[in-house]
């Protein structure tokens, strides 16, 4: 169960909540029907941005330019774990401060990264029926955030991209797992672990190779030091993509040769930052590799059940056979578990975000698109 909800109780009992500075980004998955009747009038409702469509012009082209210069964090922007999306915020193609709506993410990662469309309504509208507020269409790319306006202060209880085992989760290249408290920033170790792959499977070169070695390193090592392990359906794909992300993403489209710098590569997982003169990749790229990386140290879904090196297969998660259970497993079991009885407002938002996602799956000719799945309608059509 999410933090949020298990402190929440407590905290309405100690403070009022017209004291409470309520983020626009806070988000409303999993409280109970007598918190969300507290908080909902105080929100600013905004109806879903539509998400844009598929770019036009998908050629390679200069993105770090006078437009999008890197500018070092201001007090209270956020950053959280995912680098990509830390960069774009560092250099102005996300608000800098971190605080965005999804249809301002599908757009950044296409214009900065050229990111397939579908690939881009997936993972965002994913996120941010989780971790964003669909009420104020707002999501933080970052961690918790403290709640403000009340004293003593509250703790850190608001989320961003931060459920467990969903976007984020264990076995991450450079950011430790959850257990072990801090899973947002970088991590120095894992990433001298990440170069010296590089240096002995990529001739001093990030690229799928590396991708597949590290990537069942990090597997072991979560199992082997992690008691609460868990690597099952929707973090085992998403496990596996961002393997392959840097390659995808952090290379100059210019180069055209798969191979990642290391020093770019740090400039993107420790600075949020691209290299001078950077173009993003020429033509849309999506998942681009990943059958490599999952083919080279074939897992099976599962999670440490009695802890370390106690891994169990869980044959009730999604793997890469069978897609479309990813899919209804999140909607079914994922959102409608943090919204069981969602009504009026919050119902229709809903509604319209699970459609936005459903369009990451349903349109014909890219990564994950015209995956021949059937939408599923927790909430019923309105």
């Not at 469309?117 to 104020?136: C, K, M, P, Q, S």
């Not at 001739?203 to 090592?221: L, P």
């Not at 359906?233 to 952090?250: D, H, I």
């Not at 290379?251 to 993003?280: C, E, H, K, T, Y």
């Amino acid at each position: 169960m999410r933090t949020f909800a298990l402190t929440w109780p407590i905290f309405l009992g100690i403070f009022n909540l017209k004291a409470v500075a309520f983020p626009t980004y806070g988000s409303l998955a999993g409280l109970r029907k007598e918190q969300l009747d507290l908080i909902i009038p105080t929100l600013d409702i905004r109806a879903p941005e539509n998400p844009p469509g598929a770019l036009k012009d998908t050629s390679a082209k200069l993105v770090n330019d006078e437009d999008h210069p890197w500018k070092p964090l201001r007090p209270g922007d956020i950053r959280g774990p995912c680098p990509g999306l830390n960069t774009l915020a560092s250099h102005g193609w996300l608000p800098r401060n971190g605080i965005a709506s999804p249809s301002q993410i599908v757009t950044a990662v296409q214009e900065g990264f050229n990111m397939e469309n579908d690939l881009a309504l997936f993972v965002t509208y994913g996120a941010h029926l989780v971790d964003g507020n669909v009420l104020t269409d707002r999501l933080s790319i970052g961690g918790k955030t403290a709640l403000t306006g009340v004293d003593p202060p509250a703790p850190a209880i608001v989320g961003g991209l931060n459920t467990h085992a969903v976007f984020e989760g264990d076995t991450s290249m450079t950011r430790a797992d959850f257990f072990f408290g801090n899973n947002h920033d970088f991590n120095e170790t894992l990433f001298d672990e990440l170069v010296d792959f590089s240096n002995r499977f990529g001739a001093g070169k990030y690229n799928y190779t590396v991708a597949a070695e590290f990537r069942f390193q990090r597997i072991k090592d979560s199992i082997a030091t992690n008691p609460k392990m868990s690597f099952i359906s929707p973090r085992f794909f998403t496990a596996y993509a961002e393997s392959t992300f840097p390659v995808n993403f952090f290379i100059d489209g210019r180069q055209n040769n798969s191979q990642l710098d290391l020093s770019v590569a740090r400039g993107f997982f420790q600075d949020s930052r691209m290299p001078d003169g950077f173009f993003r990749a020429n033509g849309p790229k999506g998942v681009q590799g990943i059958n490599l990386v999952a083919n080279a140290h074939p897992m099976e879904p599962g999670s440490n059940v009695n802890g370390v090196n106690s891994y169990v297969v869980d044959p009730t998660s999604a793997d890469f056979s069978s897609f479309c259970l990813l899919y209804e497993n999140f909607v079914n079991k994922t959102i409608k578990g943090l919204y069981p009885n969602p009504t009026g407002a919050l119902r229709r938002a809903l509604n319209q975000n699970l459609d936005f996602f459903f369009l990451g799956i349903s349109e014909p000719g890219n990564a994950v698109g015209d995956s021949g799945c059937t939408q599923v309608l927790p909430f019923g059509k309105d």
